[in-house]
Nanobody
Framework: VQLQASGGGLVESGGSLKLSCAVS????????TGWFRQAPGREREFVAG????????NYLDSVKGRFTISRDKDKRTVYLEMNGLKPEDTGVYYC??????????????WGQGTQVTVSS
């Protein structure tokens, strides 16, 4: 299973970014996919996840109402649309895959990170 994250960048506070995670092959149909982030000096934390069928999602409390996770089955890509960005959203964002949504925290498959920097 391969995951390829992209879309990070530098944005001002209040701005928006849309991250993409391309998931290889059959895994896209059967794996839940999630986004995690890690800020300097802090542990990695779960941000958002979506089930394999796209019917269930969950979010970190601090991003609810600002971030939206979605998936495009034709493109085999999972997106994280981030609006109202804050400096505390800064970090390296990773996508990960697991058989079930509630197992993302112990996911076996990870993409490389993409840097998101929000300036104040």
């Amino acid at each position: 299973v391969q995951l390829q994250a992209s879309g990070g960048g530098l944005v001002e506070s209040g701005g928006s970014l849309k991250l993409s995670c391309a998931v290889s092959g059959r895994a896209f149909k059967v794996y839940a996919t999630g986004w995690f982030r890690q800020a300097p000096g802090r542990e990695r934390e779960f941000v958002a996840g979506i089930s394999s069928g796209g019917t269930h999602t969950n979010y970190l409390d601090s991003v609810k109402g600002r971030f939206t996770i979605s998936r495009d089955k034709d493109k085999r890509t999972v997106y994280l649309e981030m609006n109202g960005l804050k400096p505390e959203d800064t970090g390296v964002y990773y996508c990960a895959g697991a058989p079930f949504l509630d197992r993302l925290n112990s996911a076996a498959y990870w993409g490389q990170g993409t840097q998101v920097t929000v300036s104040s």
